[in-house]
T-cell receptor, first 115, second 112 residues
Framework: GAVVSQHPSWVICKSGTSVKIECRSL??????MFWYRQFPKQSLMLMATSNEGSKATYEQGVEKDKFLINHASLTLSTLTVTSAHPEDSSFYIC???????????FGPGTRLTVT | DAKTTQPNSMESNEEEPVHLPCNHS???????IHWYRQLPSQGPEYVIHGLTSNVNNRMASLAIAEDRKSSTLILHRATLRDAAVYYCILRDWESSGDKLTFGTGTRLAVRP
């Protein structure tokens, strides 16, 4: 199946700093990518839909100025957590749709810890 | 997206079949039934999807009730690697496109 990678796999940062997470579709072009957040023992929560060449669509309650999403190419979307705080510590996961649309392929996730 | 109901947890013995149920009584005619699973500390993985007919692939089978108000994911021979959280998701292509809304899923434990 298709492969989606994320970088870094884990990151520790200090409160107040910004962190960028990359999501790449390695063997297919993804016009749409999705960003999820998952807290321990909870399910995935969709944060935003990232469309190549246009602004991301954020879910209700997600601060677009805090979670900056850029989808500059058909294989790369980035999520920047700005001015991170301990409550932003979470598992961030991206996904991308195949051209047929039925299957979504997920990245391995990025574990963010804010100290 | 229409809501799905799954048991919180299930257990199975290794090498035995597993039937994971999902109720979706408010399913609409355009909702596809998708199953994903998430192994510990990993991103979810696509398992199978269907609309009306039963579906088979190398990972599992999907049995869909005739009225489509429920479905069952079947793992024919559970292995330890199948221990994961299994999510049953309804997706209305027309209204929500590629968006997936995850519920709480079923945590499957496999006993050796």
């Amino acid at each position: 199946g298709a492969v989606v990678s994320q970088h870094p796999s884990w990151v520790i940062c200090k409160s107040g700093t910004s962190v960028k997470i990359e999501c790449r579709s390695l063997d297919f072009q993804a016009t749409t990518m999705f960003w999820y957040r998952q807290f321990p023992k909870q399910s995935l929560m969709l944060m935003a839909t990232s469309n190549e060449g246009s602004k991301a669509t954020y879910e209700q309650g997600v601060e677009k100025d805090k979670f900056l999403i850029n989808h500059a190419s058909l294989t790369l979307s980035t999520l920047t957590v700005t001015s991170a705080h301990p409550e932003d510590s979470s598992f961030y996961i991206c996904s991308a749709s195949t051209p047929s649309g039925h299957e979504q392929y997920f990245g391995p996730g990025t574990r963010l810890t804010v100290t | 997206d229409a809501k799905t109901t799954q048991p919180n947890s299930m257990e199975s013995n290794e090498e035995e079949p597993v039937h994971l149920p999902c109720n979706h009584s408010t399913i609409s005619g355009t909702d596809y039934i998708h199953w994903y699973r998430q192994l510990p500390s990993q991103g979810p993985e696509y398992v199978i999807h269907g609309l009306t007919s039963n579906v088979n692939n190398r990972m599992a089978s999907l049995a869909i009730a005739e009225d489509r108000k429920s479905s069952t994911l079947i793992l024919h021979r559970a292995t330890l690697r199948d221990a994961a959280v299994y999510y049953c998701i309804l997706r209305d292509w027309e209204s929500s496109g590629d968006k997936l809304t995850f519920g709480t899923g079923t945590r499957l434990a496999v006993r050796p």
